[in-house]
């Protein structure tokens, strides 16, 4: 089946630091979603892209729709400590009653105080 | 109060037992999932549903059975637990998309189920 490959698996970074991560595909999606899911929590969704090249923003979260719409980033600028969890991407494909939606593996992101 | 509910929220079970997770959702919603996830996997969809009685296949459907009786409820059943069938299992709502700008995709997740087969 289809797969998404999201990176850096991981992340260890100091408080107020920027972060980056993207997924790709080889697959193309008609919605890219990032998500993000603490501990002993579903996730929750950050932020939605419908159209290719799209930029989104929501307060310090940054993210974009690929131009061949196989890929997505998402960025996060001066992190804090609460910004700490897993954060996947993940890509839409639907129309009338066939829906997919693929996640990525996740990024586990540690912010260090 | 939250707006997806899943019970049991922790099972520990035996090989072989039939095991039931349910989920309620107060959201209206008419399209609902199961996903399972496992540590560096992801999230894998196992079945979704997109109206009472509407039952489709996700990625892996193998050793588990689902229910959609009513709108609110969707039940996934393991008729026989296995030990790889450990992991958290996490069910979803969604509204029907309108127009592809609205927020007709997002997906909206239960707090989950951490089940242990031993």
């Known amino acids: 089946g289809q797969q998404l490959n999201q990176s850096p698996q991981s992340m260890f970074i100091q408080e107020g630091e920027d972060v980056s991560m993207n997924c790709t595909s080889s697959?193309?999606?008609?919605?890219w979603l990032w998500y993000k899911q603490d501990p002993g929590e579903g996730p929750v969704l950050l932020i939605a892209?419908?159209?290719?090249?799209e930029l989104t923003s929501n307060g310090r979260l940054t993210a974009q729709f690929g131009i061949t719409r196989k890929d997505s980033f998402l960025n996060i600028s001066a992190s804090i400590p609460s910004d700490v969890g897993i954060y996947f991407c993940?890509?839409?494909?639907?129309?009338?009653?066939?829906?997919?939606?693929?996640f990525g593996k996740g990024t586990l992101l540690t912010v260090n105080p | 109060d939250a707006d997806v509910t899943q019970t049991p929220r922790n099972r520990i079970t035996k090989t072989g037992k039939r095991i039931m997770l349910e989920c309620s959702q107060t959201?209206?919603?008419?399209?609902m999932y199961w996903y399972r996830q496992d540590p560096g996997l992801g999230l894998q969809l196992i079945y979704y549903?997109?109206?009472?009685?509407?039952?489709n296949k996700g990625e892996i459907s193998d050793g588990y059975s689902v229910s959609r009786q009513a709108q609110a409820k969707f039940s996934l059943s393991l008729e026989s637990a296995i030990p790889n069938q450990t992991a958290l299992y996490f069910c979803?709502?969604?509204?029907?998309?309108?127009?592809?700008?609205?927020?007709?995709?997002?997906?909206?997740f239960g707090p989950g189920t951490r089940l242990t087969v031993l």
């Open positions: 697959s193309i999606f008609n919605t």
């Open positions: 993940a890509g839409l494909k639907s129309g009338g009653s066939n829906y997919k939606l693929t």
């Open positions: 979803a709502t969604s509204d029907l998309p309108v127009i592809a700008r609205e927020l007709g995709n997002e997906q909206f």
């Open positions: 959201k209206g919603h008419d399209r």
């Open positions: 892209l419908y159209k290719a090249g």
């Open positions: 549903s997109f109206d009472v009685k509407d039952i």
